[in-house]
């Protein structure tokens, strides 16, 4: 099944897509990231329409645990961040794969 995005949230994902390669570099150098990807935002899991920069870290910790530098910020350039654990190893997910296209296309594994 495939989506096609509106263009105000094209120029979000543009926008976001944006953001994440100004700081992508910033943010690997913080102990613990593993990988940055920009994703639909997930608010208490619910998908939003908004897009957000996605931090996969080793492991998940409170702020109060860091150091201010090690902190992740909530917002990059009027984006959105979440910090999320990364797997370990496969894990199967139970939401097929989802592809964004420049066409502003997105197709979500279902047919």
Known sequence: MAK??????HSALDRAIETKRNHEDELFKIPGVRTVSVQPKIT??????????VVHVERKMAADELLPSEVIPRILDSVSTDVVEAARGRVASTQPPITVHKCGARTDGNR
């Open 4 to 9: 096609y995005y509106t263009a105000e949230e």
């Open 44 to 53: 208490k899991g619910i998908r939003t329409p908004e897009f957000a920069i």
